[in-house]
């Protein structure tokens, strides 16, 4: 909550992003309500993933829709201060942990090395990866003998977490030439690396299936702002494989199941596997 609070703040404050603004909050989960909550205004528009789900917007009302991203992702990238670390925003102007209650880190290898000890840490607590456990912890301990901490200089900039179309309002009163009216759910939000927003946001823009010129557009448009793009950010085939590897490891969807026995389970380990195995395969190569 208190990452959230002060993620609206910084972007009220340096920036002109449409977003809520906060009338009250508790993180105190004490509270009468015994959870955490926040109250802010709510702002004009649709939800992107409501509209989407009615209607294919054209690629001209997507390209309204990305100048408008790629403006405030410039924003957040060049108009609010950097941190010299990665993790959430604290309420006092620090940066803390995140919502794993990870970090704060002050290096990129810090940052991908802790997710996996905390990622083997949940492998022995819960039961549902017992089938791969073994071989996956024996592949940690294959990345454990990687250096790259020399190799990966990345800036850390104010990101989002999850900036996708469930996150984006839209003016639907012309849909052909849409914007953004509203940018919302901020709890992901502090200093990351820059590489880091092109795995957790943005899929409907990069993942187009019937159109490869969305992907393209959206980097142009961010590239003439100076943002970094995967075809801009130094070494980013790397950033993916450690990205790969850190979700891999232990699927947050298959902790606290009910019924761990379920076919799709074991299928899901399997792949989880195979894939953790490969990309050490892949580190190992390109690490030489």
Same mark, same amino acid.
């Given at each position: 909550? %208190?990452?959230?609070?002060?993620?609206?703040?910084?972007?009220? @404050?340096?920036?002109?992003?449409?977003?809520? #603004?906060?009338?009250?909050? /508790?993180?105190?989960?004490?509270?009468?309500?015994?959870? %955490?909550?926040?109250?802010?205004?709510?702002?004009?528009? @649709?939800?992107?993933?409501? =509209?989407?789900?009615?209607?294919?917007?054209?690629?001209?009302?997507?390209?309204?829709?990305?100048?408008?991203?790629?403006?405030? =992702?410039?924003?957040?990238?060049?108009?609010?201060? +950097?941190?010299?670390?990665?993790?959430?925003? +604290?309420?006092?102007?620090?940066?803390?942990?995140?919502?794993?209650?990870?970090?704060?880190?002050?290096?990129? %290898?810090?940052?991908?090395?802790?997710?996996?000890?905390?990622?083997?840490?949940?492998?022995? #607590?819960?039961?549902?990866?017992?089938?791969? #456990?073994?071989?996956?912890?024996?592949?940690?301990?294959?990345?454990?003998?990687?250096?790259?901490?020399?190799?990966?200089?990345?800036?850390?900039?104010?990101?989002?977490?999850?900036?996708?179309?469930?996150?984006?309002?839209? /003016?639907?009163?012309?849909?052909?030439?849409?914007?953004?009216?509203?940018?919302?759910?901020?709890?992901?939000?502090?200093?990351?690396?820059?590489?880091?927003?092109?795995?957790?946001?943005?899929?409907?823009?990069?993942?187009?299936?019937?159109?490869?010129? =969305?992907?393209?557009?959206?980097?142009? %448009?961010?590239?003439?702002?100076?943002?970094?793009?995967?075809?801009?950010?130094?070494?980013?085939?790397?950033?993916?494989?450690?990205?790969?590897?850190?979700?891999?490891?232990?699927?947050?969807?298959?902790?606290?199941?009910?019924? /761990?026995?379920?076919?799709?389970? @074991? @299928?899901?380990?399997?792949?989880?596997?195979?894939?953790?195995?490969?990309?050490?395969?892949?580190?190992?190569?390109?690490?030489?």
């Amino acid at each position: 909550t %208190e990452a959230e609070v002060q993620a609206l703040e910084l972007l009220t @404050k340096y920036t002109t992003i449409p977003v809520p #603004k906060v009338l009250a909050y /508790s993180s105190d989960r004490n509270n009468e309500y015994g959870v %955490e909550w926040i109250l802010m205004t709510r702002l004009p528009g @649709k939800n992107m993933s409501i =509209v989407c789900k009615v209607q294919e917007l054209s690629f001209n009302a997507k390209k309204s829709i990305m100048r408008d991203l790629a403006d405030y =992702v410039a924003q957040m990238h060049f108009r609010i201060p +950097r941190f010299n670390q990665i993790g959430a925003f +604290r309420i006092d102007g620090e940066i803390g942990t995140d919502l794993n209650q990870l970090g704060p880190w002050s290096t990129y %290898e810090q940052f991908v090395r802790d997710r996996v000890q905390a990622d083997a840490i949940t492998l022995n #607590k819960d039961p549902v990866f017992a089938p791969i #456990k073994d071989s996956m912890l024996d592949a940690i301990h294959q990345f454990d003998k990687l250096r790259f901490s020399s190799l990966i200089n990345l800036p850390f900039v104010f990101s989002h977490g999850d900036l996708d179309i469930q996150n984006i309002l839209i /003016s639907t009163d012309d849909l052909e030439s849409p914007r953004i009216t509203g940018i919302v759910d901020w709890e992901w939000a502090g200093s990351f690396p820059c590489s880091e927003e092109y795995f957790t946001s943005y899929q409907y823009f990069l993942q187009d299936d019937n159109n490869d010129n =969305v992907r393209i557009f959206f980097f142009e %448009e961010l590239e003439k702002r100076n943002v970094l793009t995967p075809r801009t950010i130094e070494r980013f085939s790397l950033l993916e494989k450690f990205n790969r590897l850190v979700t891999n490891i232990a699927l947050w969807d298959l902790t606290d199941l009910i019924n /761990s026995a379920h076919p799709l389970v @074991k @299928k899901k380990l399997d792949n989880s596997l195979s894939t953790v195995q490969a990309v050490i395969l892949e580190l190992e190569d390109e690490l030489k």
